[in-house]
T-cell receptor, first 111, second 114 residues
Framework: GQQLNQSPQSMFIQEGEDVSMNCTSSSIFNTWLWYKQDPGEGPVLLIALYKAGELTSNGRLTAQFGITRKDSFLNISASIPSDVGIYFC???????????FGGGTRLMVKP | GAVVSQHPSRVICKSGTSVKIECRSLDFQATTMFWYRQFPKQSLMLMATSNEGSKATYEQGVEKDKFLINHASLTLSTLTVTSAHPEDSSFYICSGQGGTDTQYFGPGTRLTVL
C-alpha cells in the first residue's frame, strides 16, 4: 500500500539533544498524526493535527501540520533514554478513513 | 485516550492450523476496526477495514478467504488466519475508531507459525 515519505529512517543521538523528523506526501491529507511504537507493542498516539498550519505541543514534543497539507514534522526537545523507539507519521484524508503510514524513524538515545 | 486490547498477545501454531485473534475496544464503541500486519523493521500495512455488522473491505493482495474478519459488535472484531503457513508469521495489530474519532491501536499479537 501507499506510504508517506518519512525521514530520517534512523537517528542515533546523545541524551539531551533535540530531534527532528518529517513526513512528506505527494497528495493532500486533512489530518496528520504522530505515533510512537515500542518493541513488541502497538503504536501509541502522540499528537494529532487537524488544521493546515497548526502547531501543537505535547510536553517535549512539538508537531506541525504543513500549510500545503502535504507534510508534517515532529520535534522532540531535550531527548531522554525513554524516547527510544520507532516514530511513525500517519495521514488521513478524511475523518473516519484509513490511515496511511510513513516508513518510521528509529530513534536511539545514548545516555 | 481510548483503550483497545488484543488477545492473545503471542501465539505459536503448527502449519496448517487456524488461529483466531480478538480485538476489543474497552471504553468506547468502535464503529470501524482496522487490521494491520507489520513485518520486522517495517511499517504497518493495512490488511482490511471492518464496519460493525457488515463485510470487511480487504486491501489489494490480502486474501479474504485466508484472513477471515468478523466485526459482530461495536466492541469486538476477530481476525482468523486460516491454514496458517510460516510466511504468515508476523505482528498483527488492530485499531478501533468510534465514528470520526482518532484510531486507537491495540498492543498487537505476535504470530509464529512453525
Amino acid at each position: 500500500g501507499q506510504q508517506l515519505n518519512q525521514s530520517p529512517q534512523s537517528m542515533f543521538i546523545q541524551e539531551g539533544e533535540d530531534v527532528s523528523m518529517n513526513c512528506t506526501s505527494s497528495s493532500i491529507f486533512n489530518t496528520w498524526l504522530w505515533y510512537k511504537q515500542d518493541p513488541g507493542e502497538g503504536p501509541v498516539l502522540l499528537i494529532a493535527l487537524y488544521k493546515a498550519g497548526e502547531l501543537t505541543s505535547n510536553g517535549r514534543l512539538t508537531a506541525q501540520f504543513g500549510i500545503t497539507r502535504k507534510d508534517s514534522f515532529l520535534n522532540i526537545s531535550a531527548s531522554i533514554p525513554s524516547d527510544v523507539g520507532i516514530y511513525f507519521c500517519a495521514g488521513q484524508r478524511n475523518a473516519g478513513n484509513m490511515l496511511t503510514f510513513g516508513g518510521g524513524t528509529r530513534l536511539m538515545v545514548k545516555p | 485516550g481510548a483503550v483497545v486490547s488484543q488477545h492473545p498477545s503471542r501465539v505459536i501454531c503448527k502449519s496448517g492450523t487456524s488461529v483466531k485473534i480478538e480485538c476489543r475496544s474497552l471504553d468506547f464503541q468502535a464503529t470501524t476496526m482496522f487490521w494491520y500486519r507489520q513485518f520486522p523493521k517495517q511499517s504497518l500495512m493495512l490488511m482490511a477495514t471492518s464496519n460493525e455488522g457488515s463485510k470487511a473491505t480487504y486491501e489489494q493482495g490480502v486474501e479474504k478467504d485466508k484472513f477471515l474478519i468478523n466485526h459482530a459488535s461495536l466492541t469486538l472484531s476477530t481476525l482468523t488466519v486460516t491454514s496458517a503457513h510460516p510466511e504468515d508469521s508476523s505482528f498483527y495489530i488492530c485499531s478501533g475508531q468510534g465514528g470520526t474519532d482518532t484510531q486507537y491501536f491495540g498492543p498487537g499479537t505476535r504470530l509464529t507459525v512453525l
